[in-house]
């Protein structure tokens, strides 16, 4: 297992961060999550996540940074990556590229629970947030982010429990292993 990597990637509120954090867990991986720099970049600078996002539009750097680091920090044996471009980032070195979704509403529905926020705040935020990405992913590294091809799993999180989901990536990880003789 030390020397298994993993990316785990989703737009926001698709449930990435909690399933990444215990597969690394219950695998004894490192997690490493790009979601979690960027919080805190925008919590020292002062700024939102709208607002360091629309920041990082003029400022590459910003991205730059955090995906430098997942590129070096991902790469190494024995990780789970949780980023929206984790699996892009990751793609030749990977050994299980998973894109988790679900449909905005319910993302949106999601975020604004676990924040305690109205839901058409958080629906403004993450349209414009994400809109954001798109527009920086493909200007930063010509990657369209709606492009699936790369995953090796695609898993809809909407019509599971969270319970199933871990169990649906569990079982993908242990055929993995059985398949390469660990």
Known sequence: ?????????????????TIARYIAKKYGLKYISSGELFR???????????????LAEKDPSIDLMIDERM???????????????AGWILKDIA????????PLDV?????AEREDRPFDVVYKE????ENS???????????DIDDLSIYDYV?????????????VIEDIIEGYLKYIGR
Not at 126 to 129: G, L
């Open 1 to 17: 297992m030390k020397k298994i990597i993993i990316t785990i990637s989703g737009f926001h509120g698709v449930g990435k961060s």
């Open 40 to 54: 805190k970049i925008a919590s020292e600078k002062g700024l939102t996540l709208e607002e360091l996002s629309k």
């Open 71 to 85: 590129k070096i920090e991902g790469a190494k044996p024995g990780t789970v990556g949780d980023a929206l471009l």
């Open 95 to 102: 050994d299980i590229k998973i894109w988790l979704k679900a």
């Open 107 to 111: 993302r949106v529905k999601r975020i």
């Open 126 to 129: 993450t349209v414009e947030r």
């Open 133 to 143: 990405e798109r527009l920086r992913f493909k200007k930063y590294y010509s990657i």
């Open 155 to 167: 898993l809809s999180t909407h019509h599971l429990s969270l319970e199933s989901v871990i169990s």
